[in-house]
């Protein structure tokens, strides 16, 4: 059977894939910067999907609070959360090689060791590389929207992902999402709001209040402006 390349909603041509991807490769040129961070802060904070589960108390060297962190985008929201808190330990993904970099390269910049980074499908690090029930923290921040009803089961928000990410939380850990799309933020509660094993932390049922502990996005404030809303979701995982 010969597989089919399609066009996928912002134009790009996307290779073949046997499984659901939630993500688009985009080529993109590598800043200085970015590279500076691949090239010197990948050896030290880089870590592979290859080697399989890890004990991250091991690889932080020390055990702290953990934060499991998909599709950290260019990386300014990880490198806020762990400048303010460095007590904790961050794990970010993100396929976007640029992103990659730019995170190392703030890392390096700031002087900052609480984080370890993965350049992959963040789904399949979760799978493979983390122990169940170790995360304190799972953040899901503007994950691509997928608008067209064609492309929605592309959505990384899906009864597989809410179980996966269950299993791999903490009891009392809590999965964090944050939109700016409102039919995700439905899709998110739809899905959520009926997966086993969690309960919503909204008073109502819907979305929380914005936290403090999410930083304001550059995107962000800019959607603001145009009077663009945001929509926070926490579920805490209690089965
Ligand atoms: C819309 S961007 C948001 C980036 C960032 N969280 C922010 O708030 O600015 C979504 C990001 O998720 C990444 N992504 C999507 N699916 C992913 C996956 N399964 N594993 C790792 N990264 C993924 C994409 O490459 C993209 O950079």
Same mark, same amino acid.
């Given at each position: ?5 399609? %066009?996928?909603? !912002? ?30 802060g990948w050896p030290k904070f880089g870590l592979q999907l290859e080697d399989g589960l890890r004990d991250f108390d091991q690889v932080f060297g020390r055990s702290a609070p953990r934060t499991?962190?998909?599709?950290? $985008? ?11 808190? %460095?007590? @904790?330990?961050?794990? &970010? ?5 640029? $992103? ?5 390269? &703030? ?10 980074? *993965?350049?992959?499908?963040? /789904?399949?690090?979760?799978? !493979?590389?983390?122990? !169940? ?7 899901l921040f503007f994950p691509d929207p997928w608008h067209k009803s064609r492309h929605h089961k592309r959505r990384i928000v899906q009864p597989a992902f809410a179980e996966l990410v269950r @299993?791999?939380?903490?009891?009392? =850990? ?9 039919? *995700?933020?439905?899709?998110? /509660? ?5 997966? %086993?094993? *969690?309960?919503? /932390? ?12 999410? %930083? ?6 800019? =959607?603001?402006? /145009?009077?663009? =809303?945001?929509? !926070?979701?926490?579920? @805490?995982?209690?089965?």
């Amino acid at each position: 059977m010969s597989e089919v390349v399609e %066009p996928v909603e !912002d134009g790009a041509v996307e290779r073949p894939h046997r499984g659901i991807k939630s993500f688009v490769m985009r080529s993109g040129r590598m800043t200085e910067g970015q590279q500076r961070g691949l090239d010197l802060g990948w050896p030290k904070f880089g870590l592979q999907l290859e080697d399989g589960l890890r004990d991250f108390d091991q690889v932080f060297g020390r055990s702290a609070p953990r934060t499991f962190e998909i599709g950290f $985008g260019m990386g300014h929201a990880t490198l806020e959360m762990a400048a303010a808190a %460095p007590e @904790q330990d961050f794990i &970010g993904v993100e396929v976007h090689k640029p $992103g990659v970099g730019a995170l190392l390269n &703030g890392m390096l910049t700031q002087n900052l060791s609480n984080i370890r980074v *993965y350049s992959c499908d963040a /789904l399949e690090v979760l799978r !493979d590389c983390v122990a !169940d029930a170790s995360l304190d923290r799972l953040l899901l921040f503007f994950p691509d929207p997928w608008h067209k009803s064609r492309h929605h089961k592309r959505r990384i928000v899906q009864p597989a992902f809410a179980e996966l990410v269950r @299993q791999k939380l903490k009891i009392g =850990g809590v999965l964090h999402m944050a939109t700016d799309w409102e039919q *995700y933020a439905e899709h998110m /509660l739809e899905v959520l709001n009926v997966a %086993p094993g *969690y309960r919503n /932390l909204a008073a109502d049922g819907r979305c929380v209040e914005r936290p403090s502990e999410r %930083p304001v996005t550059k995107f962000e404030r800019r =959607g603001e402006r /145009l009077g663009h =809303g945001v929509w !926070d979701l926490k579920f @805490q995982r209690i089965d």
